[in-house]
């Protein structure tokens, strides 16, 4: 059974550091790319970041790009989201997802239960 | 990057059927995917590569596809389908990879 397991999140001031963490389980971990994906309160999803299997690949949206950096662990089977400069925008609970990605196809078939970031004076 | 657009609710009676679209330019070139996501619960995918469905998720939900809209029909409509349901594609142009709809909030009346 696949399981995906975020924590690390909180409340922190802007401008603020926050690592989240997700611990996966019951698929080859190193076979599949990963992704977070977040959501603000009330609000629908958006992708963050995403990464390839072997790590070598790293995307991220513009609304976090040069501030968030996604990385993983193989050999531990987490993800990780190291996020820096901290804005108020960017509260909202984070998912980890596992990616499916082909030439034609890129969804995400299991997803974590979310960890909440709030930025926050 | 380009935008998915689907309508902000819809509502159904118990044991219609629920048309759900999502509509966009890059559609006819990617295929669409659908989450649901009940309130304080993760995602859960429905439908993937326009039409199939992933094990697990009950045969009255469908995916369909026609030209620049893709559309989830749930059928029989039951009060557990009541979430949020968001249409994603993908864009292949390497700068953004992943784009989301804005959500559908089906109601069971």
């Known amino acids: 059974e696949v399981q995906l397991v975020e924590s690390g999140g909180g409340l922190v001031q802007p401008g603020g550091s926050l690592r989240l963490s997700c611990a996966a389980s019951?698929?080859?971990?190193?076979?599949?790319?990963m992704s977070w994906v977040r959501q603000a309160p009330g609000k629908g999803l958006e992708w963050v970041s995403a990464?390839?299997?072997?790590?070598?690949?790293?995307y991220y949206a513009d609304s976090v790009k040069g501030r968030f950096t996604i990385s993983r662990d193989n050999s531990k089977n987490t993800l990780y989201l190291q996020m820096n400069s901290l804005r108020a925008e960017d509260t909202a609970v984070y998912y980890c997802?596992?990616?499916?990605?082909?030439?034609?196809?890129?969804?995400?078939?299991?997803w974590g239960q979310g960890t909440l970031v709030t930025v926050s004076s | 990057s380009y935008e998915l657009t689907q309508p902000p609710s819809v509502s159904v009676s118990p044991g219609q059927t629920a048309r759900i679209t999502c509509s966009a330019d890059?559609?006819?070139?990617?295929?669409a995917y659908w989450y649901q996501q009940k309130p304080g619960q993760a995602p859960v995918l429905v439908i993937y590569?326009?039409?199939e469905r992933p094990s697990g998720i009950p045969e009255r939900f469908s995916g369909s596809s026609s030209g620049t809209t893709v559309t989830l029909t749930i059928s029989g409509v039951q009060a557990e389908d009541e979430a949020d349901y968001y249409c994603?594609?993908?864009?292949?142009?390497?700068?953004?990879?992943?784009?989301f709809g804005g959500g559908t909030k089906l109601t069971v009346l």
């Open positions: 997802a596992k990616v499916m990605a082909t030439p034609l196809e890129y969804y995400f078939d299991y």
């Open positions: 019951g698929f080859t971990f190193s076979s599949y790319a």
């Open positions: 990464i390839s299997g072997s790590g070598g690949s790293t």
């Open positions: 890059a559609l006819p070139k990617q295929y």
């Open positions: 590569k326009d039409s």
């Open positions: 994603q594609s993908a864009d292949s142009s390497g700068t953004y990879p992943v784009v």
